[in-house]
């Protein structure tokens, strides 16, 4: 190794690439910044800011260093490795390899003794060599629609993302968020991750009716795991919260109250979480005998102002709604600012039901019942079945509903 560094040239940053001897297990990628895997001592960042890499096409040893001797020094520096840790705690690399991850199939007390010679030595697992060996990134994808014009809607999805990020490490993955915007196709942006192949599995949301990404995602023998259901006659893996169920008991609890003019909230119309309560709220309103006022029935994103916008509609009427089944948080916000404005009092004169996923509605002063949604908890599954499904991907397509905790708000 070492004669092998001296045959080569030290060439400037800026000059193009020459060809150099080879080097046993290396391989370096042209260029403008160096590049060094080796098999043992992984792939890292030199000092001089020189990048470390595989050269796809050849294997052929490339170097563009601003010195040789600078060069030499850092090949000649071994990282931690898998193997320097088994040999000192003298027990196999499979169980080394196990215990980082917290294999179950690992005692607890050699996880412990694991973790902490790694820590000792600066190992850090080389992700990059791995994904060259196996194909595997270690890496999950969340597709997650962001809300441009209201920053306040992106904070809901904090308890999702922060679920998502916990159980991707705990499985030893990292977890990846892939923004789009109210205008980006969501077709194109899973074309994209399917082509960059930087990931292992894709995390989908905001399903639509006869949602086109299932197909395409299943066609591509891509493992994802959908956070939504979408009404195609097809298999696929899935968690989702019960809208529909949530929706029907909350209209219920507003009958109960004696309400028959009841206003309901909706999302988007292409949502089938929208389809879902829109269900919900039919079959309650069905089995009561009360026949469906669609002017009640209103469409939106339901960002605080379009919610207050809407419900002072409504409350302006000849005949004002008497209940409300909000969407959530913002919506319900926006419905209490109109009432607000009109001097009139939740829970008097008007009855609110709300779907609350972040423990706002216990907190307002206002007596407003809800369905507690843990989002946190819906993170952690999605990222489960991703990886059951990565893991097995012939395995039992597996789909989750989970149902939200209703609470009087007393």
């Known amino acids: 190794m070492a004669n092998a560094v001296k045959e080569m040239r030290s060439q400037d940053i800026g000059s193009p690439p020459q060809r150099h001897q080879i080097l046993p297990e290396m391989a370096i990628i042209r260029n403008r910044n160096v590049t060094i895997a080796s098999e043992h001592a992984g792939v890292k960042l030199l000092a001089t800011g020189v990048r470390i890499d595989r050269d796809v096409e050849s294997g052929n040893v490339m170097a563009v260093s601003k010195s040789a001797g600078a060069f030499a020094n850092e090949v000649g520096r071994t990282m931690a490795n898998l193997k320097q840790i088994a040999a000192e ?7 080394v390899s196990r ?32 994904a060259l060996k196996t194909g595997r990134t270690l890496t999950l994808t969340a597709v997650l629609p962001m809300e441009t014009r209201d920053h306040l809607s992106d904070l809901l999805k904090l308890p999702l993302i922060e679920g998502m990020t916990l159980a991707a490490r705990k499985a030893g993955y990292s977890l990846s968020i892939y923004s789009t915007t109210p205008d980006d196709d969501p077709v194109e942006s899973v074309q994209r991750q399917l082509q960059a192949r930087s990931t292992d599995g894709l995390i989908i949301t905001r399903l639509v009716s006869g949602d086109p990404r299932v197909k395409l995602l299943l066609d591509q023998r891509m493992p994802f795991v959908a956070f939504g ?22 209209t219920r609890r507003l009958m109960d109250k004696g309400c028959r003019r009841i206003a309901l909230q909706l999302l988007v119309p292409e949502d089938q979480a929208s389809a879902m309560r829109l269900s919900g709220y039919a079959r309650a309103m069905a089995e009561a005998g ?11 994103m339901f960002t605080m102002e379009s919610s207050a916008a809407w419900f002072d509609r409504l409350l302006a009427c000849s005949d004002p709604p008497t209940g409300l089944a909000c969407a959530n948080e913002l919506g319900l ?27 706002l509605a216990r907190f307002l002063p206002a007596k407003i019942e809800f369905h507690s949604v843990d989002m946190a ?20 397509v597996e789909t989750i509903l989970l149902k939200g905790e209703f609470d009087p708000g007393e």
Request: charged share 25%.
């Open 290 to 300: 009360i026949a469906i006022d669609q002017s009640l029935i209103g469409h939106g």
């Open 229 to 250: 259901r979408t009404d195609l006659d097809t298999a696929y893996p899935y968690v989702d919260i019960d809208n529909e169920q949530i929706a029907y008991e909350a």
């Open 89 to 95: 705690l003298s027990l196999s690399v499979t169980t």
């Open 99 to 130: 215990a980082l991850k917290d294999g179950p199939e690992v005692q607890p007390s050699t996880i412990a003794r694991v973790k902490e010679a790694a820590k000792r030595v600066g190992y850090l697992p080389n992700h990059h060599g791995r």
């Open 333 to 359: 916000l926006g419905a209490l600012h109109a009432l607000g404005k009109r001097g009139l009092a939740p829970g008097s004169d008007v009855h609110i039901v709300t779907r609350d996923s972040t423990r």
């Open 377 to 396: 908890a819906v993170g952690r599954k999605l990222v489960e079945v991703l990886e059951s499904r990565i893991i097995n991907p012939l395995g039992p």
